[in-house]
């Protein structure tokens, strides 16, 4: 279990980035507060949940400040009979709150069956006066399609899975800015990809 706390000032930028890769329970509760107008908070997240495993993230930001702005972008993907992932996304603009502006995100892919995934983005506003807020959610299985329209272009079926899931968790692992780590990143999910079935 880890727990991560980030209090922002006035005109401040926070930007969190969260992966979880392996471990049979884990449990990762960023927090996010402002004690100043005008900070921005970004919190970027990935996990790859095997057999077995349950990876859990809570994330809870307080708007409790006027003029601030978050960003919530987490994915996941599942692989195989009893991998399980929870993902709480709380966002609350309190009354004082004017001007927030704020977004959430969570996307998961299943790519065996017996995989699940709850998630649960939640908005709690107190006020009409806000720039913008939004959250969503999907679910959904490895597109089939995607797979078979590579594979009919010479590309072998194991390389086409890698592919759409590097695809797939792009937009957060680009975020890092720092070529090294990324790629050690993508070929820890291409080694997590290689044991789905063994």
């Known amino acids: 279990m880890a727990r991560h706390h980030a209090v922002l000032g006035r005109d401040s930028q926070f930007n969190s980035y969260t992966i979880s890769i392996g471990g049979s329970l884990v449990r990762i509760l960023p927090t996010?507060?402002?004690?100043?107008?005008?900070?921005?908070?970004?919190?970027?997240?990935?996990?790859?949940?095997?057999?077995?495993?349950?990876?859990?993230?809570?994330?809870?930001?307080?708007?409790?400040?006027?003029?601030?702005?978050?960003?919530?972008?987490?994915?996941?993907?599942?692989?195989?009979?009893?991998?399980?992932?929870?993902?709480?996304?709380?966002?609350?603009?309190?009354?004082?709150?004017?001007?927030?502006?704020?977004?959430?995100?969570?996307?998961?892919?299943?790519?065996?069956?017996?995989?699940r995934a709850d998630s649960v983005p939640n908005l709690e506003i107190e006020t009409g006066e806000i720039v913008g807020a939004g959250h969503a959610s999907t679910t959904g299985r490895f597109d089939d399609e995607q797979l078979f329209y590579l594979c009919s272009r010479g590309i072998s079926p194991d390389v086409a899975r890698r592919l759409v899931i590097r695809g797939f968790f792009n937009e957060i692992v680009s975020k890092l800015t720092n070529e090294e780590i990324e790629e050690r990143l993508m070929n820890r999910i291409d080694l997590e990809l290689g044991m789905v079935g063994k």
């Open 32 to 115: 996010v507060e402002y004690s100043g107008p005008g900070a921005s908070a970004e919190l970027f997240g990935l996990y790859f949940a095997t057999d077995g495993q349950h990876l859990e993230h809570r994330i809870h930001v307080d708007h409790n400040v006027a003029n601030a702005k978050s960003r919530v972008n987490y994915k996941g993907a599942l692989a195989g009979e009893k991998a399980r992932t929870v993902w709480f996304g709380d966002v609350y603009i309190r009354k004082i709150a004017e001007g927030t502006d704020t977004y959430e995100l969570n996307r998961n892919l299943l790519l065996t069956d017996g995989a």
